[in-house]
């Protein structure tokens, strides 16, 4: 029987930051704070944000999940890369969209399913900033249905061929590196997954306008046509690129989920700030009942996303080091999918609150809570729509023999 001194050695929870992590928490911080109002005036400006990437790099962040062994890699847990993009998620979903499709869609899968050849040819220059990547998935007929889509490949004189087309591809326009997920020619089967050059012949990305939000990140169509890959771009191995989306876009959802977190956080800092100076009825709305209740629901969908996130990126670390088990693996992807539902729906909710709080100053996009609330109606479609995140949470307690769909 356990003596009553021994409970407080059983937990081993910590909310604690350690050491580390704060010099790299602060790194980010620092460079957030420099760029917010270049973010500020590109948003105004509906143009893309060029800054971001630059002094990202210069701060060596462009490879934070990325083992050291490669280029500029800083080796990262799960739960340092989920805080820092917590941190960049404050600053805006466009400009936070840049770091999950780059590092979490294209970075993490290359490690995870790459040879040390693929490692060492594009996370290198991944890590410096010489090479950016997309993640070419969805397509005007296939969005939360990925295994509809329509880009085929065939093999010709010892390269791969592809042709099809992507649509609402994240860094489309400016990545170097995309990767592209098809069929072979003539089968609904065996998809792969390939890292292409968007400077090969046949490339053509043209950029998407009039979007309801992310002004600052590049989102774009991509066409294909006759597009070659050698046999050393085929990721993963022949026929597992389902795998390899999938994992992909765990990966994405974690980023999503730590990025409307940083949203949230904003949304409350926002309020609490305006609440405290608009005087409206001879008092600060601060003291109204009603604004009340808006920044309390908020501080508490703070905490419980953070804890969600804190959660996923625990699991979502110990399958990466134990990649080869599939309970594990099962139990991150719930994890992921909770932590990103929740905190998608709740940052929008929060930048709905802050607009409400702000009133008429609320609705212009001069207020950071208006791009907040235009920037976060696409979290609760990208990386998984809700619809979609619904079911995988029903089926994790009904069980998966009571799947919608196959």
Not at 268 to 282: F, M, N, P, T
Not at 326 to 332: D, G, I, K, V
Request: glycine letters at 10%; charged letters at 25%; a neutral charge.
């Amino acid at each position: 029987m356990l003596r009553q001194d021994e409970f407080t050695t059983l937990s081993k929870m910590s909310f604690d930051v350690s050491e580390e992590q704060a010099i790299v928490l602060g790194q980010v911080d620092e460079i957030c704070k420099e760029i917010r109002p270049i973010e500020d005036r590109c948003y105004l400006e509906r143009r893309i944000n060029d800054k971001v990437k630059p002094m990202f790099a210069k701060a060596h962040l462009l490879g934070l999940p990325v083992s050291r062994k490669y280029g500029d890699g800083q080796g990262a847990d799960m739960v340092t890369y989920s805080l820092a993009i917590e941190r960049i998620g404050r600053e805006g979903t466009g400009m936070r969209t840049f770091f999950s499709v780059h590092m979490a869609l294209g970075e993490m899968t290359i490690q995870h399913w790459g040879t040390e050849e693929q490692k060492g040819r594009f996370l290198t220059p991944a890590t410096k900033g010489e090479s950016i990547f997309a993640f070419g998935l969805t397509e005007p007929s296939a969005g939360s249905d990925p295994a509809s889509l329509r880009t085929t490949f065939e093999e010709k004189g010892g390269r791969f061929v592809l042709t099809g087309q992507k649509m609402w591809i994240s860094l489309g326009s400016t990545a170097k590196h995309v990767l592209i997920f098809a069929y072979p020619k003539g089968r609904r089967e065996g998809m792969c997954a390939f890292v292409v050059d968007s400077s090969s012949p046949g490339f053509r990305a043209e950029m998407i306008k009039h979007k309801l939000g992310l002004p600052t990140s590049d989102t774009s169509t991509i066409y294909l046509d006759g597009v070659e890959a050698s046999k050393e771009d085929m990721l993963g191995p022949p026929g597992k690129g389902m795998s390899v989306a999938l994992s992909g876009l765990m990966n994405g959802r974690l980023s999503v989920a730590a990025g409307c977190v940083g949203v949230i956080q904003d949304c409350l800092d926002e309020s609490v700030k305006y609440a405290r100076v608009r005087v409206q009825h001879g008092k600060p709305i601060a003291g109204h009942q009603l604004v009340q209740r808006h920044v309390g629901l908020m501080s508490m969908n703070l905490e419980a996303a953070k804890l969600l996130l804190l959660k996923a990126a625990f699991t979502k670390q110990k399958y990466e080091e134990d990649p080869t088990n599939r309970a594990l693996l099962e139990e991150t992807d719930a994890a992921v999918t909770k932590a990103k539902y929740f905190a998608a729906n709740a940052s929008f909710d929060a930048a709905n609150r802050a607009v409400q709080v702000f009133g008429a100053n609320g609705y212009t996009f001069e207020s950071r809570p208006a791009r907040h609330l235009a920037d976060t109606r696409v979290t609760m479609i990208y990386e998984g729509a809700n619809e979609i995140l619904e079911q995988k949470m029903a089926l994790g307690s009904l069980g998966k023999e009571f799947a919608a769909y196959s």
